[in-house]
């Protein structure tokens, strides 16, 4: 009985299709954008259900997951229907039963077809020797145990934080798809922060200043975001966690400064995130933060700065640099490998 929330969808070319229960879900309420960002008239009039007197949250109920059992019974009746033949006989007979026992009437006769007995309940196939193997091998390995492994799924199914973790990562994907809010201040709460590894906290209005005033896309006509991986944190269920490997040829002006070079620009994965309120509203965006500073192409430098530093104009602090070993690391280094000598010599005596 809730009405929809309609959230304006990230560019097709900046969301990875994973195979997951969230991004199933997600399938379920977005539909993705052919465009490249969603325009500022459209973010704006599809924001509205998002500042709390529009149409109401998603509020959680049940798990997260249909069980095995279930998704075991689905595939064997999705199997059934299309094979039809004497499937179909059977919901026939299911069918013209009800009808009779609705209207008084006999049963169609048990010598008609559509009355036939239905067929024993399909058995799943057996596993093969390659998955019974593997099962075996996964088995063998040592597992976490107590407090090292959390059980997510039910940290988020008795959290007290109202909206269900669906449309979180759907909140999350609108104001992507809205130039992070940009676009739709109306998707930022008032006491939004922008905090990133080396610029910020940034206040609202000094984030729409900034990132409405740079526009990526005329250095990078094609850049793509691939945000995958949204997940929302079991520890802290008001925030939705995505990862970011953006990648694009810079083939325009960078900051109406550096000319076009034609080279491809490959990110290193970047962890990301978003925080709500209980109105659905963002509070805190956090972009840029490097996982692998091996991978890419921007020195392992992550943001608008490593953009920057893969098309060969880095900017002149270290924060834009790749990351050195600084004298007083190397000290400690260097230090620790004496200590460590000493310590060995001293266990031989």
Not at 126 to 141: G, K, N, P
Not at 242 to 252: D, E, L, W
């Amino acid at each position: 009985g809730r009405a929809a929330v309609d959230l304006p969808a990230p560019p097709s070319h900046s969301l990875l299709d994973l195979d997951s229960p969230h991004t199933t879900a997600m399938a379920l309420t977005t539909t993705v954008s052919p465009a490249r960002a969603a325009p500022r008239a459209l973010c704006r009039s599809t924001a509205a259900p998002l500042r709390g007197g529009g149409a109401p949250l998603l509020r959680r109920r049940g798990p997260l997951a249909c069980s095995r059992a279930q998704r075991r019974s689905l595939a064997l009746r999705c199997r059934g229907a299309a094979a039809g033949g004497d499937k179909s006989a059977s919901v026939a007979t299911t069918d013209g039963q009800a009808s009779a026992d609705a209207e008084g009437e006999e049963p169609p006769s048990a010598a008609t077809p559509a009355a036939a007995a239905p067929p024993a309940e399909e058995q799943e196939p057996a596993e093969d020797a390659e998955v019974a193997a593997m099962r075996a091998r996964i088995e063998a390995l040592p597992k976490l145990t107590g407090g090292d492994l959390l059980d997510e799924e039910e940290l988020l199914r008795n959290s007290a934080f109202p909206i269900a973790p669906e449309e979180l990562i759907a909140r999350t994907q609108a104001i992507l798809a809205c130039n992070n809010g940009a676009s739709a201040p109306e998707m930022l709460a008032e006491d939004f922060q922008f905090v990133g590894p080396v610029v910020g906290p940034l206040g609202k209005e000094a984030f729409l200043r900034a990132f409405s005033s740079f526009d990526v896309y005329d250095a990078f006509p094609d850049l793509q975001g691939r945000f995958h991986h949204f997940r929302v944190d079991p520890l802290e269920p008001s925030r939705c966690w995505y990862t970011s490997r953006a990648k694009g040829t810079h083939s325009g002006t960078l900051a109406n400064l550096i000319p076009a070079t034609g080279k491809l620009v490959d990110t290193p994965p970047q962890a990301c995130s978003m925080k709500f309120n209980e109105e659905g509203l963002c509070t805190q965006l956090t972009i840029g933060y490097v996982m692998d500073r091996n991978l890419g192409n921007t020195g392992g430098v992550g943001g608008v700065y490593g953009l920057f530093y893969a098309v060969g104009a880095g900017l002149p602090f270290p924060e834009a640099q790749p990351w050195q070993r600084s004298p007083q690391y190397e000290l400690f280094v260097q230090a620790g490998g004496v200590l460590g000598k000493l310590m060995e010599t001293f266990n031989r005596r």
